[in-house]
């Protein structure tokens, strides 16, 4: 197997990716640039907004089962590592112009595939620099050229998330992302608060999601008790506005002014869950999650959900430029991840639960005309070992396939080298 791509090189030049919508991805790929990923943005739609939207897949999600080859030759060698967990080559997705497939249980992206907006990209992983099979083999684990503890889900998910090869580095690329670009908010976490949104000087926003409240709480009615806190928060407010010649202070008051002025902005349209017997555009996309009384049971669903209705309110979620952040777990598929059919084994049920989110987060962008505005892409610790484990899964490896998805994005090829 080669050995994975640089992640730095294939998240270079962030800025630039914001501006254009999406991944202006570059590196040593060959004929497949990564640059070429997303379409120039002249075929954008007119409004000037952009997002990004990070999913990151918690525990090391097995790419060697999500993109799998449909040429005869090449899946004929992965069914012989693979053994009892590959997949059968007839039940693949088709990725329309390419010789790979979804696995069976990502139906839901049928028709995205189809359209050739959604591409993988193919054995990344993080490295400080090449190497080689036989130099990491005979190189000690304290080397340069080695990333820190390799196999390490906590070191590896930082790693991802901050762009280095080494797990000691505070700020997450998409915190570091907004600050170069000086949006108007922080990175936006439906996902908790996690590395990848810390910037040199803040957190990720971390909302709650459908239904859920963003605010000081118990603020609303009229009894006594309420009022008194809420003279206690005009007080407060009133007091972080005065301004302090202390540094430490008057960054406090900020924190207060901006957490204040931050719920105000986002509170109502964080409430908002969906109404089956009203739909908005955005509801409708989200429908096949959605139950008779409004609730979404897939984890992932609900945060995309959210992502969703902020594109949409953006004139108040204000800036032109947003990265968010949704995450979905259980990806440590050590045990019982057969998935020789689609609805059979660990995998399989996350590979669909991902999947129905995607499909809804993609066509609730297309019906809010916002589709060649936003990209979706996934991150995970890392890969998984080719060859199954002995207790019917996989075991942590290194390189990893990943997913880019979004109306700007130019479909009918691969991104990266699959390994052979």
Not at 11 to 30: E, K
Not at 79 to 100: H, K, N, W
Not at 101 to 112: E, F, N, R
Not at 345 to 363: I, K, T
């Amino acid at each position: 197997m080669t050995h994975p791509h640089s992640m730095e090189a294939l998240l270079m030049n962030r800025r630039r990716w914001l501006q254009l919508g999406g991944a202006s991805l570059t590196g040593a790929f060959g004929a497949g640039s990564l640059s070429a990923l997303l379409q120039n943005p002249v075929n954008a739609q007119s409004d000037g907004y952009r997002a990004l939207v990070c999913v990151f897949l918690y525990g090391g999600n097995d790419g060697m089962n999500m993109v799998v080859p449909t040429d005869t030759t090449r899946h004929g060698q992965y069914a012989t590592v693979r053994q009892t967990l590959a997949l059968p080559r007839t039940s693949l997705i088709p990725i329309t112009g390419t010789d790979f497939g979804l696995h069976p249980s990502m139906s839901a992206l049928t028709s995205v595939c189809s359209a050739q907006k959604i591409v993988p990209v193919m054995n990344v992983g993080s490295l400080f620099g090449p190497l080689t099979k036989a130099q990491f083999r005979s190189l000690p684990d304290t080397n340069p050229l080695i990333p820190d503890n390799l196999f390490s889900h906590s070191d590896q998910q930082v790693q991802w998330e901050s762009s280095s090869a080494t797990s000691l580095v505070r700020t997450g690329w998409g915190g570091r992302t907004v600050d170069a670009m000086g949006t108007v908010n922080p990175v936006i976490s439906l996902g908790g608060n996690g590395h990848f949104g810390l910037s040199s000087l803040g957190t990720p926003l971390v909302l709650p999601g459908p239904g859920g409240n963003f605010g000081v709480d118990n603020l609303t009615s009229t009894g006594t008790t309420t009022v008194a806190r809420k003279t206690a928060l005009d007080v407060m407010y009133d007091s972080a506005n005065l301004g302090s010649t202390n540094v430490l202070l008057g960054s406090y008051a900020q924190q207060q002014r901006t957490a204040v002025e931050m719920s105000n902005r986002l509170g109502a349209i964080v409430k908002v869950r969906p109404v089956p017997g009203a739909p908005t555009a955005i509801d409708t996309a989200f429908a096949p999650l959605t139950d008779a009384s409004g609730n979404i049971a897939n984890p992932l669903g609900r945060q995309l959900y959210q992502v969703a209705k902020l594109i949409q309110g953006r004139a108040t979620v204000q800036g032109d430029k947003q990265i968010f952040f949704a995450q979905q777990g259980g990806f440590d598929t050590h045990n019982e991840q057969i998935a020789a059919t689609s609805l059979v084994g660990e995998h399989a049920r996350l590979m669909q639960s991902l999947a129905d989110a995607m499909a809804c987060f993609y066509n609730a962008m297309t019906a809010i005309n916002m589709g060649n505005n936003v990209t979706l892409f996934t991150q995970s610790d890392f890969g998984r070992t080719f060859a199954p484990n002995s207790s019917s899964g996989t075991d942590h490896a290194w390189g990893n396939h990943h997913l880019v998805m979004g109306g700007a994005v130019n479909g009918g090829t691969v991104y990266g080298t699959y390994p052979t």
